[in-house]
C-alpha cells in the first residue's frame, strides 16, 4: 500500500515568491492534516480537514497561507508571498479519521515533507 | 492546554547501551501519549502509543515506554541500542478535545548511537 506522497521533496525560493506544496493521503483516509516543522522544533498543525472541510485551521496564517482539498482527497497549501521565516519542513499526514474507530486510536501516517527554503 | 517537555535535545549512547529518552507532559484530563521516531529526510513513524490501558506500552523495534501518572512521565526505553536507531524522537500528548486526537509534539530529542 503506498504511503502519504508529497511533492515537491525541496524547494528554494525567494523571499516574496508564491510556493506550493502537493499531497496525496493515504487511500480512503478521510482526514487529512498540514503540519509545519520548524528546524529542531516538532511539528506544528497548521489546517486539519474532514473529507472536503477544514475543521480546525487556527493556526493558518491566513494572510499569506491557503490550502484546499478539492473532492477531499488531494491537497494543496500555498504560501503567497513567502517570508524568509516561512523556512521549514512542511509535513502532510492522513488518517481514517481524527478520533477513534471500534475503540481504538487512528493513526496519523506522515509523508516525508517538504523542505522549503526561503532566500 | 496540553503540553509536552523532552528534556535533553540530545542523548548519545553506545551501541549495546541502555536507550533512555525522557518525556514529561501536561494535561487537564487523561491524556493519550506518543512516540515518534523521524530518520533523516523522512516522515515520522507512530514508534508507540498509551491509551488508557496498560500503563506499560510496547511498540516496534524494541522501544517500549511507561506510563507514570503520579510523576506525568512517559519515558521511551530500549535495553540494547543498535546503530539503526539513531534518529530524532518526538514526544507527543493528546487530551482527546473535541473527540479528535490531534497530538502536540514535543521538541525532538536526537539519539546518537556510537560504535
Known amino acids: 500500500e503506498a504511503g502519504v506522497v508529497q511533492s515537491p521533496r525541496y524547494k528554494i525560493i525567494e523571499k516574496k515568491q508564491p510556493v506550493a506544496f502537493w499531497c496525496n493521503p493515504i487511500?480512503?483516509?478521510?482526514?487529512l492534516y498540514w503540519y509545519r516543522q520548524n528546524l529542531g522544533q516538532g511539528p506544528e498543525l497548521l489546517i486539519r480537514y474532514e473529507n472536503e472541510e477544514a475543521v480546525d485551521d487556527s493556526q493558518l496564517p491566513k494572510d499569506r497561507f491557503s490550502a484546499e482539498r478539492l473532492k477531499g482527497v488531494d491537497s494543496t497549501l500555498k504560501i503567497q508571498p513567502a517570508e524568509l521565516g516561512d523556512s521549514a519542513v512542511y509535513l502532510c499526514a492522513s488518517s481514517l479519521d481524527a478520533g477513534t474507530s471500534g475503540g481504538d486510536y487512528n493513526e496519523q501516517f506522515f509523508g516525508p515533507g517538504t523542505r522549503l527554503t526561503v532566500l | 492546554a496540553q503540553s509536552v517537555t523532552q528534556l535533553g535535545s540530545h542523548v548519545s549512547v553506545s551501541e549495546g547501551a541502555l536507550v533512555l529518552l525522557r518525556c514529561n507532559y501536561s494535561?487537564?484530563?487523561?491524556?493519550?501519549l506518543f512516540w515518534y521516531v523521524q530518520y533523516p529526510n523522512q516522515g515520522l513513524q507512530l514508534l508507540l502509543k498509551?491509551?488508557?490501558?496498560?500503563?506499560l506500552v510496547k511498540g516496534i523495534n524494541g522501544f517500549e515506554a511507561e506510563f507514570k501518572k503520579s510523576e506525568t512521565s512517559f519515558h521511551l526505553t530500549k535495553p540494547s541500542a543498535h546503530m539503526s536507531d539513531a534518529a530524532e524522537y518526538f514526544c507527543a500528548v493528546s487530551d482527546a478535545s473535541g473527540g479528535s486526537y490531534i497530538p502536540t509534539f514535543g521538541r525532538g530529542t536526537s539519539l546518537i548511537v556510537h560504535p
Open positions: 498509551y491509551t488508557s490501558a496498560a500503563t
Open positions: 494535561s487537564s484530563v487523561p491524556p493519550y
Open positions: 487511500s480512503g483516509h478521510n482526514t
